[in-house]
């Protein structure tokens, strides 16, 4: 099946400084990926929605400035945490939707990164 | 507005059967997804459904009725391992997906 990656898989950092997280599809190419937040037991919350060349499309209440987004190739998208605080703290997954061919609505999950800012 | 509604904790037996309900509002409809998340980890897909009826897939069915805005998923000879959240997510219009909160899944011996 599809596997996608994501690097770190956990980072502790302090605040103020910023956190570059990549996510990757390894086996296929994905024009759209995704940016979600999960907070411990709740559900997933989307962050942004990445296209492959074009700017990001954020959720209302996500701060574009902040969770900085570039998905430079059809398997990699970044994002940034810039100036890092604790409420930041959280689970930031990935997922990425298959450019084409079966099964193309779904998307594949990386295994996230767990971020912990002190 | 759209909104995904399934129920926040289950208790099952070790072998028995659950059915996980879920039901959804969205703008169009292009298809219900069931993930399984375990605690810590990223969640892995499950089911798609897009057309009425059941899917079965091993010890996992998922079901689909689009006139009632209504999903199921069923385990069958549970196992200690399906300890997890199920995720419920349908996708609308724009090929969004919405997401259900989850219902957590607790399995006793």
């Known amino acids: 099946g599809a596997v996608v990656s994501q690097h770190p898989s956990r980072v502790i950092c302090k605040s103020g400084t910023s956190v570059k997280i990549e996510c990757r599809s390894l086996d296929f190419q994905a024009t759209t990926m995704f940016w979600y937040r999960q907070f411990p037991k709740q559900s997933l919350m989307l962050m942004a929605t990445?296209?492959?060349?074009?700017?990001?499309?954020?959720e209302q209440g996500v701060e574009k400035d902040k969770f900085l987004i570039n998905h430079a190739s059809l398997t990699l998208s970044t994002l940034t945490v810039t100036s890092a605080h604790p409420e930041d703290s959280s689970f930031y997954i990935c997922?990425?939707?298959?450019?084409?061919?079966?099964?193309?609505?779904?998307?594949?999950f990386g295994p996230g990164t767990r971020l912990l800012v002190l | 507005g759209q909104n995904i509604d399934q129920p926040t904790e289950m208790t099952a037996t070790e072998g028995a059967i659950v059915q996980i309900n879920c039901t959804y509002q969205?703008?169009?409809?292009?298809?219900l997804f069931w993930y399984q998340q375990h605690a810590g980890e990223a969640p892995t897909f499950l089911s798609y459904?897009?057309l009425d009826g059941l899917e079965e897939k091993g010890r996992f069915s998922s079901f689909l009725s689009r006139s009632k805005g209504y999903s199921y998923l069923l385990l069958k000879e549970l196992q200690m391992k399906d300890s997890a959240s199920y995720l419920c997510a349908a996708m609308d219009s724009n090929y969004q997906l919405i997401w259900g909160a989850g219902t957590k899944l607790i399995i006793k011996p």
């Open positions: 459904n897009v």
């Open positions: 969205t703008s169009g409809f292009n298809g």
């Open positions: 997922s990425a939707r298959p450019m084409e061919g079966g099964g193309w609505e779904t998307q594949y």
């Open positions: 990445s296209n492959e060349g074009s700017k990001a499309t954020y």
